[in-house]
């Protein structure tokens, strides 16, 4: 079991940049490939970014390709999600999740959730 507790969520401009971090707890965090999605009111929650167990692949929703980065430090547990150039649109409350296979987007193929962090991104 994982448990995931997103923090780096807050209030910025538009151009801004942002930095989620995902830390976890368990053992077994390494042998897990992790995501990140998001879910802007009144929308359904979409995969953002993924990375597999040791960090060699990562892989995007092709609309953020370019200004978002996953990366993982399996020695500290944390998964970080990079935000660059930030728009109003990307105002969303945004989740890591965990699954034991690679490559996945769909979030009802993901076992373990966070609660989720606040990104607000103003014009």
């Known amino acids: 079991q994982v448990q995931l507790v997103e923090s780096g969520g807050g209030l910025v401009q538009a151009g801004d940049s942002l930095r989620l971090s995902c830390a976890a707890s368990?053992?077994?965090?390494?042998?897990?490939?992790m995501g990140w999605f998001r879910q802007a009111p009144g929308k359904e929650r979409e995969f953002v970014a993924g990375?597999?167990?040791?960090?060699?692949?990562?892989y995007y929703a092709d609309s953020l390709k370019g200004r978002f980065t996953i990366s993982r430090d399996n020695a500290k547990n944390t998964v970080h999600l990079q935000m660059n150039s930030l728009k109003p649109e990307d105002t969303a409350v945004y989740y890591c999740a965990a699954t034991r296979v690679t490559g996945l987007r769909g979030s009802s193929q993901y076992d373990y959730w966070g609660q989720g962090t606040q990104v607000t991104v103003s014009s």
């Open positions: 368990g053992r077994t965090f390494s042998s897990y490939a």
């Open positions: 990375i597999n167990w040791s960090g060699s692949y990562t």
